[in-house]
């Protein structure tokens, strides 16, 4: 079956970085989309960036210019790495594969494989 691991998450103050992983098995990784979204308190869990098999990215306007999502095919793993982050960024981030090879990658509904999350907090 499809496991999805995520690390990196951790507690950093406002302007700093981190860098998430997620690490993927049980399919052909390169086959399929990846993202991650969000969580925060009290609020829906919301899309954060996206990338196609092919290396095409999508992201949330919030984080464009401040977050990159890269994948290693080789490894099987997905990267987000946050910069200039924010106390808004604080949340559960999930990493996450798209039920099909194909389709859109920047909606939650395309997305069928979840991990257990990592938390990041973001202090002012």
């Known amino acids: 079956q499809v496991q999805l691991v995520e690390s990196g998450g951790g507690l950093v103050q406002a302007g700093g970085s981190l860098r998430l992983s997620c690490a993927a098995s049980g399919r052909t990784f390169s086959n399929y989309a990846m993202g991650w979204f969000r969580q925060a308190p009290g609020k829906e869990r919301e899309f954060v960036a996206g990338?196609?098999?092919?290396?095409?990215?999508y992201y949330q306007d919030s984080v464009k210019d401040r977050f990159t999502i890269s994948r290693d095919n080789a490894k099987n793993t997905v990267l987000l790495q946050m910069n200039s982050l924010k106390t808004e960024d604080t949340a559960l981030y999930y990493c996450?594969?798209?039920?099909?090879?194909?389709?859109?990658?920047?909606?939650?509904?395309?997305?069928?494989?979840w991990g257990q999350g990592t938390q990041v907090t973001v202090s002012s």
């Open positions: 996450a594969t798209t039920r099909y090879s194909s389709g859109s990658f920047n909606i939650q509904t395309a997305y069928a494989y």
């Open positions: 990338i196609s098999q092919s290396g095409r990215t």
